[in-house]
């Protein structure tokens, strides 16, 4: 789960991570009275979407008045923000948050994240503040740094002299930078953060450091235990079909293919869109319907599947086991009178009782339901069912 | 032979009297695991499918002698299980369970690793040792004996993988259901040494996905130590960037931990990669032959 940039800034603040003061607003009459609230004379207005390249997109503005305030965020507040991460479709902004501005002298890059083949978390630093991460990394990675910290002995005084040191800090900035470091790691692991990013830190002209942007990520996981986290999900956020899907344990993320697909188990599902994509489709989407697969969770993933307009056919390939196919297939005949489902279904039920489901499908008689042998065959029916329109 | 696992091993369940713990023990045991006992704190004394039940994974040690323990207790209790099980001296612990917090298994692995205890997932199928030892939630008729050492990060492929290893003609030594969480216990590179050094094994199928680099470290392992033939498959060649599809850990990050990354390494190290999962049975019986 993400969470905007003035979320992440208020649980910054909670441990002393320093960051600029602000606040967030949903009109343009609220950014001013933020700004006057604020005072000094130097203001800038930042679209709130979870997504990157804010600025670039037009989303981050500087105000040298309450009326320019007012007019930036009259502007941003309701704008369609497209972004090298939103796509193509960008998103619709509904708050911006409102800071004071900051003297900047120098720009860095700070950033936590797991490290899954040391398993422990891993603290990223760079010079190059402002840029992605990805890009120093693939461009100049001599320029990042990175100390991997174990949770067994917790953030150390060396841990963060060697990310200081790495780069290249003066001796007066190592004390003040060690603290902001030592106090992200400990917002890192009492939140259950799966990723936290801060692009730019920044030194100011009077020589703190300061998070200028803040970006965290969770581990959905951990949420139960993490009330106040959990509380600050934004469902405008995320895809609505996904979250539907989520109500009912089944895990879904849509492409933009034509061949629906439904699957138990999450390997098989990716290896179902990759089979189809081998014959020659398209999958338009990957569905997990878990271990259960009965009327219920197959007529709402048929529902789901089909909000896609773009759907020609539908591929449900299950593999039963401990679940036995017969029941499966008497289970995906009840979906389709619960859901009306107006596209050929090509189904494929291989394990225990595999052939007797076989039968229940043949003897239903209905029309849009065909039944594959195996994998491959399935796979072949779907696409060309698509095809046919 | 096999690995890890066979009919002699000595099984205890944490979480044994719950209600996934007493299904899937009860299929372990109608497969003719030597489930030998389980732990439920406060249900001490008790007798749970004609097994003793105990308070403590130390008592139910020190009397049943077991070497293994199967994990099902809930999410939140996870961390506390394995650390528990570490500390009275099992070997292997199989943890079932799905949802476990990544802080709490970063803790619980480095405790397992100190105490020299293995560990199998979270969130994966579990362990079988084809008609000796089911230790998981796998549909043990799948899994006919045979030669064909198995290793997958996927629960439904794993029964996939097999169903087309057996149609070949084939059989399975063991597989091993890794689990697809950003930390997990055993992976490929400490089990495919073990297939390697393990005579009945003749081939090793392995299964993994996108997200992480553990696909990459077995190739890097494989072409150094490696001479058995292996086959491979990497679930998620479609799936798009930053989107988690379904596992914790299946997800391309920053552009890394793509398919076709493992892929062109795992091919620079000599495996027979297919790219489509309904050609692992078929390209099996190639590297055989």
């Not at chain 1, 309701?78 to 939103?86: E, P, R, W, Y």
């Not at chain 2, 899937?24 to 004394?45: D, F, M, R």
């Not at chain 2, 749970?48 to 070497?67: D, R």
């Not at chain 2, 033939?229 to 379904?246: E, L, N, S």
Request: proline letters at 4%; a negative charge.
């Amino acid at each position: 789960m993400n969470i905007h940039e003035y979320q992440a800034k208020e649980i910054f603040r909670k441990y002393g991570v320093p960051t600029p003061s602000g606040h967030v607003a949903y009109t343009p009459d609220e950014a001013v009275r933020v700004a006057q609230d604020l005072g000094g004379n130097i203001w800038v207005v930042k679209a709130q979407i979870h997504a990157g390249g804010r600025g670039l997109g037009g989303g981050v503005k500087i105000a040298k008045t309450t009326d320019e305030v007012k007019d930036w965020a009259t502007k941003i507040l309701g704008m369609n923000l497209v972004t090298h991460q939103t796509g193509a479709e960008g998103k619709l902004v509904q708050k911006v948050y409102i800071e004071e501005g900051a003297d900047i002298k120098k720009e860095y890059y700070l950033g936590m994240v797991l490290d899954r083949a040391k398993e422990m978390p891993v603290m990223m630093a760079s010079t190059e503040g402002g840029m992605e991460i990805e890009e120093v990394a693939s461009k100049s990675p001599e320029k990042i740094v990175k100390v991997a910290i174990d949770p067994t002995i917790g953030f150390q005084g060396f841990h963060g002299r060697e990310i200081a040191f790495g780069l290249g800090l003066e001796n007066a900035d190592i004390m003040p930078f060690i603290k902001f470091a030592q106090a992200l790691y400990k917002v890192y692991m009492e939140n259950d953060a799966e990723m936290i990013e801060i692009n730019p830190l920044i030194k100011t002209g009077d020589g703190r450091f300061l998070a200028l942007d803040a970006k965290m990520g969770f581990d959905n996981n951990a949420l139960y235990r993490q009330n106040s986290i959990a509380e600050m999900r934004d469902l405008s956020e995320e895809e609505a079909t996904e979250i539907e899907a989520g109500k009912y344990g089944l895990s879904y993320v849509k492409l933009d293919g034509d061949v629906g697909c439904m699957v138990n188990g999450a390997g098989l599902a990716m290896g179902t869109m990759d089979t189809i994509n081998y014959v020659g489709g398209k999958p338009a989407n990957f569905l997990d319907v878990g271990g259960g697969a009965n009327p219920e969770t197959v007529a709402k993933g048929f529902e789901i599947i089909l909000k896609d307009k773009n759907v020609k056919s539908i591929f449900v390939n299950i593999f039963g086991g401990i679940v036995r196919c017969d029941r499966v297939a008497n289970g995906i005949l009840e979906a389709t009178k619960i859901t009306d489902v107006n596209v050929p279904v090509i189904v494929r039920l291989d394990g225990t009782n595999a052939k007797e489901a076989a039968a229940i499908l043949n003897s239903a008689g209905i029309e849009n339901i065909i039944a594959a042998n195996d994998l491959e065959d399935g796979a072949k029916k779907a696409v060309e069912a698509a095809k046919r329109g | 032979m096999s690995i890890l696992v066979d009919k002699n091993t000595k099984v205890i369940v944490q979480g044994f009297t719950g209600k996934e713990g007493t299904f899937h023990s009860e299929q372990c045991l109608a497969y003719g695991t030597q489930i030998v006992g389980g732990v439920t704190p406060g249900k001490g004394g008790m007798e749970h499918l004609g097994k003793p039940v105990f308070n403590t994974v130390a008592e139910a040690v020190k009397k049943t002698k077991a070497t293994v323990s199967m994990i099902f207790v809930p999410p939140a209790f996870v961390s506390d299980a394995v650390m528990e099980a570490a500390d009275a001296g099992i070997e292997l612990a199989v943890i079932i369970t799905e949802g476990a917090p990544v802080k709490d298994m970063m803790f619980a692995k480095a405790y397992a690793v100190k105490k020299e205890m293995k560990t199998i997932g979270p969130n994966c199928p579990g362990i079988i040792t084809a008609e000796e030892c089911k230790i998981g939630i796998m549909p043990g008729m799948i899994f006919k004996k045979g030669n064909v050492g198995l290793i997958s990060k996927s629960g439904t492929l794993t029964y996939e993988a097999s169903n087309q290893v057996v149609c070949e003609g084939y059989g399975i030594s063991t597989a091993v259901g890794i689990g697809g969480d950003p930390i997990i216990g055993l992976s490929y590179k400490q089990l495919l040494p073990m297939f390697e050094n393990d005579p009945e094994t003749k081939a090793i199928v392995m299964i993994g996905e996108i997200g992480g680099d553990l696909e990459i470290q077995a190739a890097h392992f494989i072409k150094e130590n490696i001479k058995k033939p292996v086959v491979a498959f990497i679930a998620g060649q479609t799936a798009p960037k930053g989107k988690r599809m379904g596992h914790a850990g299946a997800i391309i990050s920053g552009g890394a931990g793509t398919a076709a990354e493992k892929m062109t390494a795992l091919e620079e190290a000599g495996v027979r990669v297919v790219i489509s999962p309904a050609d692992i049975g078929k390209a099996v019986k190639e590297v055989l032959n």
